[in-house]
């Protein structure tokens, strides 16, 4: 009994000790940013404590409109002609941005039909072959008769299937292109939906 009391005052007075001469997690952190080196001229590396205040931070991206009172000004001589044009006469880039989101819309809707097309004529081919297997299946004497008429129709029916299922594929790989496309040249889906 003597000997447990003693060994937990032990580890009381241990576990005091120790919460003592630990440092907290502040202290050490100013430690450590006082012992940062600064970085060299080539690289620099920005946070809170180095942040400019006084100065201006470049922005990646189009510059801030200018008011009215800068004009054509304020466009740099860097600037695209389209980036320009858009400046000067925002109905006419809104224009050419709705012919552009019409012209995706239009290649868009083309290919959606011709994959629905695609889809529908696998569709019907599979059907009809179904049809056909039940009607041989379920006459014995057709089955004995014309047996090697089958099993050629059979070959045919799916080589036909693997080309219009290729066909289809290949279809909606051009489909996602077309929209992948699309986005990079800024047109949203949900404004080639909005057409509808």
């Not at 006419?92 to 941005?97: D, K, L, T």
């Amino acid at each position: 009994m003597k000997h447990t009391k003693l060994m937990a005052i032990g580890t009381l007075l241990l576990l005091g000790v120790s919460g003592t001469a630990a440092q907290s997690l502040g202290d050490y952190a100013r430690a450590a940013r006082k012992k940062k080196v600064e970085p060299t001229s080539a690289t620099r590396h920005f946070d809170n404590d180095n942040l400019p205040t006084n100065e201006t931070l470049s922005v990646v991206g189009p510059p801030p409109p200018a008011n009215a009172n800068a004009g054509q000004g304020a466009v740099n001589a860097s600037s695209t002609q389209a980036t320009r044009a858009a400046i000067v006469d925002p109905a006419a880039a809104a224009a050419e941005r709705k012919q552009a989101a019409d012209e995706w819309t239009k290649k868009l809707d083309q290919q959606k039909q011709k994959i629905d097309s695609l889809n529908h004529e696998l569709d019907l081919e599979q059907r009809e072959f179904r049809l056909r297997a039940a009607a041989y299946y379920g006459d014995a004497g057709t089955r004995l008769r014309n047996s090697a008429q089958f099993d050629k129709d059979d070959a045919q029916y799916k080589s036909d299937v693997d080309g219009k299922q290729k066909a289809l594929d290949a279809a909606r790989q051009e489909l996602d292109e077309m929209q992948e496309q699309a986005r990079k040249a800024g047109i949203v889906e949900k404004d080639a939906n909005d057409k509808k």
